[in-house]
Structure formats: C-alpha cells, structure tokens
T-cell receptor, first 110, second 112 residues
C-alpha cells in the first residue's frame, strides 16, 4: 500500500519562508513530485525529485532523502498568490500513476 | 502546446441522465488518466489508459465508463449517477514516466 503524510494546514507571512514536509511509505518508489492547486483550479506541477538532494526552481525548492522516506517543499519570498493547496505525490514505479498525499493548505497573510 | 482541455467546465445532471465528459491533449502523451476530487481532498485515481488501452480501473462503479477513441482523446461516460458522485473530475496526461502529469481544468459535476 501507499501512505503519504503532510501537514493539513500552514500559515505564513508574506515575504517569509515556509517548508512543507512530506513523509511516505510506499511499496515502490521512483520519485517524489509536488503539485500546487489553487481553489477552483487544476493541480499544476512544481517539481520532481528522483535522487537525494535539493532541486531549485526560482522561489521554490524541493528536497528528497530516500533513506529517510522524506521530502519537503521550500517556498521563499512568499507572495499572497502562493496561497493554495500543495500536494506531495509519489511515483511508485516508472509507469504507474501518481499517488497523492492529502494536501497542505498554505495561507499567506500580510 | 502543453494543455489538457476538458469540456464541459460545469455540468448539472439528473440521476437518470446520460452525459459524457471529454478530454483532449496534443502533447503526444501515451498515458491518460481520470481523477475524481472532492472538496478539500486530494485527487483520487479512477482510470488509467496507456497506449489507448485501459490499464488501471480503481474499482470504479460501472455507472462511470471510460473510453479512449484515439491517442489524443479521452471520454468519461456517465449514467445513472448518484448525488454523492458530485465532484471535480480531472483529466491528466503524462509521458508515461510518471514524472510530470499535466492536468486539465476539470469538469465540476453536480448530480441532482
């Protein structure tokens, strides 16, 4: 089976840095993805880690530790538009669909 | 073109109606998916098509019937739905490696 844990809600101040953690237990593991979803919108791809370490894309970075079955999404210089739900998702194997975590609702306040 | 297009955006249907949701992508992706999403919940996988063949059916009730007419199109036929089937239905496609999935904007379905 597959199980992903992430906090349900996080609140942070505009301009600050926030980290959203994700731990997983899966029968197979190919990589960890992160998706952003605004209310009423579709999930959009943010990042993917297959190997240990940090991947940086602009204000967003994602980290993976395969030995700890743990990853996180780091958002810097928070903006109000970053208020959304963030899902970690495991790729169990190379040709299987994503398994999503329950999502973290990020609220950015002034 | 990195878009997945879904129609209609909104749909209200009665429990005796038959309707279809449509999804189209022109990225050459060979894997296409239907997900169901309830409010404040993650997307739940319903069906996977790989190379136009149904490869995964996550024990979805038969009142939902998927169809893949060609490599660019994916349909979801709906019949005799229940009010609890009201949700956002998302279509997605990927290159098959599962690394990045592109989602459509979804169809918000209300069953009355």
């Amino acid at each position: 089976g597959q199980s992903l844990e992430q906090p349900s809600e996080v609140t942070a101040v505009e301009g600050a840095i926030v980290q959203i953690n994700c731990t997983y237990q899966t029968s197979g593991f190919y990589g960890l993805s992160w998706y952003q979803q605004h209310d009423g919108g579709a999930p959009t791809f943010l990042s993917y880690n297959a190997l240990d370490g940090l991947e940086e894309t602009g204000r967003f970075s994602s980290f993976l530790s395969r030995s700890d079955s743990y990853g996180y999404l780091l958002l810097q210089e928070l903006q109000m538009k970053d208020s959304a739900s963030y899902f970690c998702a495991v790729v169990p194997s190379g040709n299987t669909p994503l398994v999503f975590g329950k999502g973290t609702r990020l609220s950015v306040i002034a | 073109d990195t878009e997945v297009t879904q129609t209609p955006k909104h749909l209200v249907m009665g429990m005796t109606n038959k309707k279809s949701l449509k999804c189209e992508q022109h990225m050459g992706h060979r894997a296409m998916y239907w997900y169901k999403q309830k409010a404040k919940k993650p997307p739940e996988l319903m069906f996977v098509y790989s190379y136009e063949k149904l490869s995964i059916n996550e024990s979805v009730p038969s009142r939902f019937s998927p169809e893949c007419p060609n490599s660019s199109l994916l349909n979801l036929h709906l019949h005799a739905l229940q009010p609890e089937d009201s949700a956002l239905y998302l279509c997605a496609s990927s290159g098959g490696r599962g690394t990045e999935a592109f989602f459509g904007q979804g169809t918000r379905l209300t069953v009355v």
